[in-house]
T-cell receptor, first 115, second 112 residues
Framework: KAGVTQTPRYLIKTRGQQVTLSCSPI?????VSWYQQTPGQGLQFLFE???????NKGNFPGRFSGRQFSNSRSEMNVSTLELGDSALYLC??????????????FGNGTRLTVT | DAKTTQPPSMDCAEGRAANLPCNHS???????VYWYRQIHSQGPQYIIH???NNETNEMASLIITEDRKSSTLILPHATLRDTAVYYC?????????????FGGGTRLMVKP
């Protein structure tokens, strides 16, 4: 079974621009979450989508948004980029099967650099 | 979700068992214990999880104390490739969502 796939792997953008990151979950997984990882703040939860609906949201400004498509693939968008948005953005998927604990499986992330 | 406490760093000799402890004294009855590891510049890798019973898979064993207030991840024969940051996370699994809260983890250094 293929793992979680994130594209692109690396991205360089300029302040003020916007960016869209893509995530393809493991086949059959309907829950997709996004995380931001920086050296200073560690791994922080951005939001989670399940069956095309946002189910949870972390404490990030409205510049960070996402969506999920009917095939469970997800995208996240960051508008008006700031230098502090430079980070590793991680996507994770889960089967969300009751009674199993349903662990999250992470992709290898998109490394975003804002200059 | 219950808070977890892990030592910030540990060393282990290659070929020996690595025993990584995690304290979760406020865990509630419906919270699972999950272990992940992260090697530099890669996404966190799921290792193992459990609710009450000890668990074993091809990567590791998870030992949960009877009172569930602590657990130990065991890598039976550590290799240099097991050098990573290991995260112990406790959370309820329900229809409310799949959010994980990562702490600082334990930086495991496997030495030749």
């Amino acid at each position: 079974k293929a793992g979680v796939t994130q594209t692109p792997r690396y991205l360089i953008k300029t302040r003020g621009q916007q960016v869209t990151l893509s995530c393809s979950p493991i086949s059959g997984h309907r829950s997709v979450s996004w995380y931001q990882q920086t050296p200073g703040q560690g791994l922080q939860f951005l939001f989670e989508y399940f069956s095309e609906t946002q189910r949870n949201k972390g404490n990030f400004p409205g510049r960070f948004s996402g969506r999920q498509f009917s095939n469970s693939r997800s995208e996240m968008n960051v508008s008006t980029l700031e230098l502090g948005d430079s980070a590793l953005y991680l996507c994770a998927s889960s089967s969300n099967r009751q009674g199993t604990g349903s662990p999250l499986h992470f992709g290898n992330g998109t490394r975003l650099t804002v200059t | 979700d219950a808070k977890t406490t892990q030592p910030p760093s540990m060393d282990c000799a290659e070929g020996r068992a690595a025993n990584l402890p995690c304290n979760h004294s406020t865990i509630s009855g419906n919270e699972y214990v999950y272990w992940y590891r992260q090697i530099h510049s890669q996404g966190p890798q799921y290792i193992i999880h459990g609710l009450k019973n000890n668990e074993t898979n091809e990567m590791a064993s998870l030992i949960i104390t009877e009172d569930r207030k602590s657990s130990t991840l065991i890598l039976p024969h550590a290799t240099l490739r097991d050098t990573a940051v290991y995260y112990c996370i406790v959370r309820v699994f329900n229809n409310a969502g799949n959010m994980l809260t990562f702490g600082g983890g334990t930086r495991l250094m496997v030495k030749p």
